[in-house]
C-alpha cells in the first residue's frame, strides 16, 4: 500500500493506492472525524459489486450507511440529478452528522464533488474511485462539476476530498472499452511531465490492458504523484500550472460535446484531443514529426481512436468555443515542446484548428 499527500495546508489529504484494501476502507477513515453516517452515491453495477465490502467495513467501525443510486451514463451529471440527490440528502441528514462518499467512475466523483460543495455550504468527501481513469485523473486534484447541454463542466466548483482511496484489485471488473480510457489519461501524463513515464508504457501498454497488480500499482501510484504535485503548485489553476492537465481536453471536450456524450468516452475523446494539439504543435514548429509519430502510435497501438468519424466538423468547431481556456474571443492551447514539456500557446488560428480537424477524418 502506498500512501501520496497532496499538500495543501488547511485541505490536504492523503491518496491511498493499494491491491485488494476495500475491506480497510473503515479503518482507514475513523480517525478523519468526517461525521457518523456515510451517505454513498454510487450507480447499480458498482453497488451489486462492493456494498457488501463497503458496508461491512463501515459498520464495523461504527458508521450508519445509505446508498444512493444515480444512472451509469453522463448524464446523471447534471443539475437535475445534483438536485434530487441534495433532496435526497436532506431527508437522510435529519439528526444525522454525514458525509459523502463517491464510490464509482469520473460521473459519481464528479458530481457526488458538486454535490457536497454545495450542500451546508460544504460538507466532507471521499472518493473511492472505480474505474482506471478515475483513480489516475478525476478523482484527484478537487475539480467538481456538472455539464449543460452546450458543454462539458460548465457549472462547478474547486472543493477538495478528505481522502482518495484507490484500490486497484476493484479494475478486475472493467472491461476493454474502460481500460483504454484510463489509459488515454495514462498517456498524457507522460507526455506532459514524464518521459520516463512515456516510454515505459511504450513497453508495457499491454501489461496494464492485463491488469498485472504489481504494474497498476505503480502507474496509479506515479500518476497520482504527478497530478499531486502539480495541484500543490496551482491548486484552483490561476497560476498556469495546472493548465497542462487539460492537454487534449480542448478539443477532447468539443468533441464529447459534439456527439452529446454518445459517441465518444472521454477517454477516447482526450485520446484524439492529444493527437490533434500534437499536430498543432508538429504545424506550428514546436515539435518535430517523430515525436507526434511516437505519440500516435503508442495511443493506436493501446486500441484508442486516431480517426474522427461520425461527427461535423462545424459541430466540433462550435463546441471548442465553450472551453473554459478561452479569455474572452482568444483561445487557449496547451501544445508540446517535446515529451515532457509543454507550452500554453493564445489564439492559435482557427483555420489551424480546422485543418488538424480535416487530416484526421
Not at 97 to 117: E, Q
Request: aromatic letters at 8%.
Amino acid at each position: 500500500m502506498k500512501i501520496i499527500k497532496v499538500n495543501l495546508k488547511e485541505r490536504t489529504y492523503n491518496i491511498i493506492v493499494g491491491y485488494n484494501i476495500l475491506p480497510l476502507f473503515g479503518k482507514a477513515i475513523c480517525k478523519l472525524n468526517l461525521g457518523l453516517a456515510a451517505y454513498v452515491i454510487t450507480n447499480a453495477k458498482i453497488k451489486n459489486r462492493y456494498a457488501g465490502i463497503l458496508t461491512k467495513s463501515l459498520k464495523k467501525c461504527g458508521f450508519e450507511v445509505k446508498f444512493k443510486l444515480i444512472p451509469d451514463t453522463e448524464k446523471s451529471k447534471s443539475l437535475k440529478t445534483a438536485y434530487s440527490v441534495i433532496k435526497d440528502i436532506t431527508l437522510f441528514d435529519s439528526q444525522r452528522r454525514i458525509f459523502i462518499i463517491a464510490l464509482g467512475g469520473g460521473v459519481v466523483g464528479d458530481l457526488a464533488g458538486f454535490v457536497a460543495s454545495l450542500y451546508k455550504r460544504g460538507i466532507a468527501y471521499i472518493q473511492i474511485p472505480t474505474t482506471l481513469l478515475a483513480q489516475v485523473d478525476s478523482s484527484i486534484g478537487g475539480k467538481t462539476a456538472v455539464d449543460l447541454a452546450n458543454g462539458k463542466n460548465l457549472v462547478g466548483a474547486f472543493y477538495q476530498p478528505k481522502l482518495v482511496f484507490s484500490d486497484v484489485a476493484v479494475l478486475n471488473t472493467l472491461n476493454s472499452r474502460q481500460k483504454k480510457t484510463g489509459l488515454a489519461e495514462i498517456i498524457k501524463y507522460g507526455i506532459i511531465k514524464d518521459p520516463y513515464l512515456f516510454s515505459y508504457l511504450e513497453k508495457k501498454y499491454n501489461d496494464i490492458l492485463a491488469l498485472r497488480p504489481d504494474i497498476l500499482e505503480f502507474i496509479v501510484s506515479r500518476c497520482s504523484w504527478i497530478k499531486s504535485k502539480i495541484i500543490e503548485q496551482d491548486e484552483r489553476e490561476t497560476r498556469g500550472i495546472r493548465t497542462v492537465l487539460n492537454f487534449g481536453h480542448t478539443l477532447g471536450h468539443a468533441l464529447e460535446a459534439a456527439t452529446g456524450y454518445r459517441g465518444y468516452n472521454h477517454g477516447e475523446a482526450v485520446a484524439l484531443g492529444m493527437l490533434l494539439a500534437s499536430d498543432i504543435s508538429t504545424k506550428i514548429g514546436l515539435i518535430r514529426k517523430a515525436v507526434g509519430a511516437r505519440i500516435e502510435n503508442l495511443i493506436e497501438n493501446v486500441g484508442l481512436p486516431t480517426r474522427i468519424s461520425k461527427v461535423s466538423l462545424g459541430s466540433i468547431i462550435k463546441a471548442h468555443y465553450r472551453d473554459k481556456k478561452f479569455i474572452g474571443a482568444k483561445n487557449r492551447f496547451v501544445l508540446l515542446g517535446g515529451i515532457g514539456k509543454t507550452k500554453v500557446v493564445k489564439d492559435i488560428p482557427l483555420e489551424l484548428i480546422k485543418e488538424v480537424l480535416r487530416s484526421r477524418t
